[in-house]
Nanobody, 126 residues
Framework: QVQFAESGGGLVQPGGSLRLSCAAS????????IGWFRQAPGKEREEVAC????????NYAESVKGRFTASRDNARNTVSLQMNSLKPEDTAVYYC???????????????????WGQGTQVTVSP
C-alpha cells in the first residue's frame, strides 16, 4: 500500500517548536520532490515548503521562511519539517505529499501531488 504516515503534531505555545515527520511506505521517496501543506479551518490548502528529491533544494512560503526547515532522509524514506518560532496563525492540519511529476521544487500546482498523508494537527495557542 502506497502511503505516508505523519507524526509530530500537537499543541505548542507561541514561540515554541515542533518537528513533523512523514514516513513513506510502498514507494521510494528519492524519485519525488516532497511538499508540505497546511489547511486551516475555512481556508484553502496551501503549500508551505518543498524539498527536492535529492534534498539540495528547498522552497518556502513567505509566511514561514526563516522559521521552518524541510529536510529528507532518502535512506530512511522519511521527510521532516522543523517548525520554530511558531505563531497562532500556523495552526492548521499539516500534510506531506509527493510531487508525482517533478523532482525539483518549482511552485507546482496542488494537483501534481499525490500519496497524501493523513494529516497531523498543529495547534499554536497560549
Amino acid at each position: 500500500q502506497v502511503q505516508f504516515a505523519e507524526s509530530g503534531g500537537g499543541l505548542v505555545q507561541p514561540g515554541g517548536s515542533l518537528r513533523l515527520s512523514c514516513a513513506a511506505s510502498g514507494f521510494f521517496l528519492n524519485y519525488y520532490a516532497i511538499g508540505w501543506f497546511r489547511q486551516a479551518p475555512g481556508k484553502e490548502r496551501e503549500e508551505v515548503a518543498c524539498v527536492s528529491n535529492s534534498g539540495d533544494e528547498t522552497n518556502y512560503a513567505e509566511s514561514v521562511k526563516g522559521r521552518f526547515t524541510a529536510s529528507r532522509d532518502n535512506a530512511r524514506n522519511t521527510v521532516s519539517l522543523q517548525m520554530n518560532s511558531l505563531k497562532p496563525e500556523d495552526t492548521a492540519v499539516y500534510y506531506c505529499a509527493a510531487n508525482l511529476q517533478r523532482v525539483r521544487c518549482v511552485g507546482a500546482p496542488v494537483y501534481e501531488y499525490g500519496y497524501w498523508g493523513q494529516g497531523t494537527q498543529v495547534t499554536v495557542s497560549p
